[in-house]
């Protein structure tokens, strides 16, 4: 539940926070026992629209027949909700079994048809003080910082955080998004850089980690990127270890999801990430399933 219930809990607590944005939460219940079965959130954050999330509270079966009712009446909740426009869902994030299930309901019902291959594919991974692997490689690097990042590394993140979104497509920021993205990650203390510097004295970021989405309990680790002229050299690995063992001092699990073809599940399996191996029975599944882009209004998460 952690793509939820922070950004819940922010909304909740600060009533200032994006004023007049669209925030909305739907639950699904069990008819006779009133037991919440799953949470669905339509809500927006400082760069624009997130995709639907939707996560099962309870544990149960995933199938497909027990999955169309409850997935049904959340595209007509959706749609009834006054001010509400279908143009609005852009994509779906979810477990595997019921992203799949909304969206062939809101093709069916909402008459928007998916996209023919998903957005993201993912795995859910977590990694929580047992697992942690505190000690790795020692850097090859003769002058090196691993640190929150400081209002002055705004521009270089800026670039990173640009760059990074290329390869999240269709997600590409702007310059202007960029620097409103680093802007308030720094603001919020929720990036970590790599700081090398070079023979001639430069200093240079050569690997940074976001730290988003903190619960009481759990952090989210995201935005893991490192330029190519600083890859293959276990820098990201080290600021991944770094951040986790700070993380885990305040919280009992640091989260992530890893796409299934990012050859990085090998980095975070050393890290002590779990289940992030082809063969893992507890490996869980996810999916951003996007919809047809010339009916919806795309945003950004």
Sequence with gaps: ANVILPHAEKVSSHQEFLPGSEQLWLVYSEPTTSNIRFILSCTEGPLGKYPLFIVPITPFKLTPELLQGPMEAF???????????????????????????????????????????PYYK?????????????????????????????????????????????TSRPFILSSEQASEEARLLIENGQVWVYEIKEAGGETDIASIVAATRQSDTVAAITKVYTPEMWQRKGRAERLVRRVCRELLKTHEQVVLYVCAKNPARKLYDR???????????????????????????????
């Design 75 to 117: 595209c007509e909740a959706l749609l009834n909700e006054v001010d509400f426009r279908r143009q609005r869902v852009f994509s779906v994030f979810a477990v595997e079994p019921v992203a799949k299930a909304f969206a062939s309901a809101w093709e069916k019902i909402a008459e928007i048809k998916c996209m023919n291959e």
């Design 122 to 166: 993912a795995f859910f991974s977590m990694c929580t003080p047992e697992t942690l692997v505190r000690n790795g490689p020692q850097s090859t690097d003769d002058d090196i910082e691993l640190r929150l990042a400081v209002p002055q590394d705004a521009d270089k993140i800026s670039k990173l955080c640009q760059e990074f979104s290329n």
């Design 271 to 301: 890290v002590g990430f779990q289940d992030l191996r082809k063969e893992a029975p507890g490996a869980e599944r996810w999916l951003e399933i996007g919809f047809d882009r010339a009916e919806v209004e795309l945003g950004h998460w």
